[in-house]
Nanobody, 114 residues
Framework: QVQLVESGGGLVQAGGSLRLSCAASGIIFSAYHMGWYRQAPGKQRELVARIRSGGSTVYADSVKGRFTISRENAKKTVYLQMNSLQPEDTAVYYC????????WGKGTLVTVAS
């Protein structure tokens, strides 16, 4: 059974930082491209960042220079370090695993207060 469990969300003031974690089980983690998506109220889910199985990364323009995605294959965990958070970053953040099959976590809420 595949599980992706996000943690690290919460309430933070604008300009602050959070680190999200996503622990995976039931998959060959090193073979998967891992990503973080977010969905703000009333908006579509959007890609925030992805780290491929080989380690290359992709970021949404809105988070470049502020967010960093990383992975630890030995721990089957992907991280999203978020700095200089702004109210527009408020959303539910979802972990995604992609390798042919696609899997999603249940999400963790990030709220940035102005």
């Amino acid at each position: 059974q595949v599980q992706l469990v996000e943690s690290g969300g919460g309430l933070v003031q604008a300009g602050g930082s959070l680190r999200l974690s996503c622990a995976a089980s039931g998959i060959i983690f090193s073979a998967y491209h891992m990503g973080w998506y977010r969905q703000a109220p009333g908006k579509q889910r959007e890609l925030v960042a992805r780290i491929r199985s080989g380690g290359s990364t992709v970021y949404a323009d809105s988070v470049k220079g502020r967010f960093t995605i990383s992975r630890e294959n030995a721990k089957k965990t992907v991280y999203l370090q978020m700095n200089s958070l702004q109210p527009e970053d408020t959303a539910v953040y979802y972990c995604n695993a992609l390798s042919g099959a696609e899997h999603w976590g249940k999400g963790t809420l990030v709220t940035v207060a102005s």
